[in-house]
């Protein structure tokens, strides 16, 4: 059972989840200030991207510690549990610890959203904990992020695609201009293959900012050797994670040796990522068109010819049509279900769309039953794929490992899941 501290946290964060998500960064550096600036007490990389952000920290935290490193790890959004978000030296962090500081955090009297409370938050632990390296994700774009009130020895922006065109613009050159404002005077930028629109926007802004870029492919090389996380994207978020990790191990004083690297690749762990639950189930959070494309690539290989059964969600923000056209090639039989988010489609609504794309199509609003029904639709010796809503892969996962679940369910606003009126509200005008 949780404790009532914890509970607490939970509903203060639920509380501040219905508030919606205004951008920004001079609140969260004022609560960071008056807390004694804690994100200057460790140093950081910072990862910014449409998809593989989250990949590409995980493994960059990976070969860290593998080289004695005291690691930091902060990522968004979480699968089943708030925790998840803050790891030091690969340790989820205990949610009285983060009642604790909140209470520092409340104490200052500044009013921050959802994600700038998990930020400072992030902050205060790391810090506390004396870790020497963090490996920070950033949220949402990049340029009003609260991650962004970190400073960075060097950062990442992993890919660049049409994703929260609300909040970063319906252009590949607006999103990338807020993705690039990570970017920091004379601090390295690490690109993964970006659109020719999006690296312009970037390249443009370096030189104004004076950041020296390192392109994949010509700067620096995807690594070879086993990699533990499976599909033939992670490959460039391994490349990306290397180039960082090797950068900030030199500003400590060390030199990674390609073992040390190597080993740690080939047992990065990254939940719901493309990760095999028994021979039949298959968990991607692949939740807009490229990460259904990503998934979409990987999949042949994966399923080895078996039978492909699709159990998905999708939120109302998101684009369905791209993500069954990226799909429709691997995959026969599609089933739809809601998560737990109050932004998922309806699933009648989603089958509807789905039928134009899959020759077998069924919807249920229950998870439990949605799953039976997909495994039933790929038939004895085939693979059910669960994909387009984190929230859909997390809680389905939390169920069959039995895994705790946060009693208080909170999101990031964006993401519309847990208590509160509005079910995370509306996105108020960037604050500048």
Known sequence: MPSPRYMDLLARLGAAQALGVELGLEPVRRALALLGNPQKRFAAVQIAGTNGKGSTAAMAEAILRAAGTRTGLYTSPHLARFTERIRVAGREVDGDRLAALDRKVVATGV?????????????LTLAEEAVEIAVLETGLGGRLDAVTAAEPLATAITSIGIDHTGYLGGTLRAIAREKAGILKPGVVCFLGRLPAEAEDEIARIATEVGAPLRRLGSDFQAPVGPL??????????AAIATALAGAAAARLGRVLDPHTVGRALAGAVWPGRLERLGDDLLLDCAHNAEGAAALASALPELAGGRRVALLISIARDKDPEAIFAALAPVARA????RSESLRALPPDALAIQARRFFPEVAAHDDV???????????????????????????????RLLGEPVDALPTADPVSGVGPGPGGGGAATSPRR
């Open 228 to 237: 533990g996380l499976d599909g033939p994207h992670q490959r460039d978020n």
């Open 334 to 337: 599609v089933v739809t279900t």
């Open 111 to 123: 009013p921050l959203t959802y994600f700038e409370i998990a930020t400072v938050l992030a902050f």
């Open 368 to 398: 439990t039953e949605a799953l039976a029904a997909a495994r039933q639709l790929a038939g004895p010796g085939g693979l059910v794929v669960v994909c387009g809503s984190m929230f859909l892969v997390g809680t389905l996962r939390a």
